[in-house]
């Protein structure tokens, strides 16, 4: 468009050029017996028009760089806005990326942590009374992951008593022991504490009570869930 105009112009210029050439040609000689202030006005009468021209040209010029100009603005603020929602994107992205990693993460740490469990089970083998005391004979079965330093508690009422330990108690083993106590002390219920140390070394404990009142003979003991 500018490149339109200047020719606009250009051809304009030319055209009155020749009309004026045309016009006042066989005159120009009179300039030489004119004033300063006589030639001044001619001058200014003859390329007024002509000025005037190049500064309407010059007026539609810049306003087609105004326009020109207004256009790439808003194309760039349209590439920008493009730009930040294309980040958004994948900002988004990443975070879910990071959720499903921070929750892959999670679950694989709470597999591990399984598998670091033992699956402990308590079996009485044998109940007997003598003399004021039940003796208890039991058997520990572990179905799950091998566990260390296990240290056996007996719970009454407000008494703790320790009576047995094993260094290791591996899967799908079992380990027999004994543990009685008084008629009457004190407290209803006689619980069984397994205390032990899991592979990476973190404690853990498994607490089995009667399923049933005492007598001689035998009697089952079920987890007590915490």
């Given amino acids: 468009m500018g490149r339109l105009l200047a020719l606009i112009g250009i051809s304009l210029t030319v055209l009155y050029a020749v009309f004026s050439w045309w016009l006042i040609g066989d005159r120009v000689h009179t300039l030489l017996s004119m004033g300063l202030n006589e030639v001044g006005d001619f001058l200014a009468g003859a390329f007024g028009p002509v000025a005037i021209l190049w500064l309407v040209l010059g007026y539609f010029q810049q306003g087609i760089e105004l326009r020109q100009g207004t256009a790439a603005l808003n194309f760039q603020g349209e590439e920008l806005r493009n730009a930040v929602e294309q980040q958004r994107l994948l900002a988004t992205v990443s ?21 670091l469990r033992p699956i402990l089970h308590l079996q009485s083998v044998k109940v007997e ?33 320790h009576f047995t330990t094993f260094r290791t108690l591996d899967r799908g083993s079992s380990a027999d022991f004994n543990c009685m ?8 219920v006689a619980a069984i504490e397994v205390i032990y140390s899991e592979r990476d070394g973190a404690e853990g404990n498994c607490r089995f009570i009667p399923d049933c009142d005492i007598s001689v003979g035998g009697i089952g003991f079920v987890r007590e869930e915490s």
């Fill in 129 to 161: 009374f003598e003399e004021g005391y039940w003796k208890v004979s039991c058997r520990l079965f572990n179905d799950g992951a091998q566990i260390f330093g296990l240290t056996l508690v007996l719970h009454k009422g407000a008494n703790e008593h």
């Fill in 95 to 115: 975070l879910k990326t990071l959720e499903h990693e921070r929750e892959a993460r999670l679950e694989e740490a709470v597999r591990y942590r399984q598998s």
């Fill in 181 to 188: 106590w008084h008629k009457d002390s004190p407290g209803d």
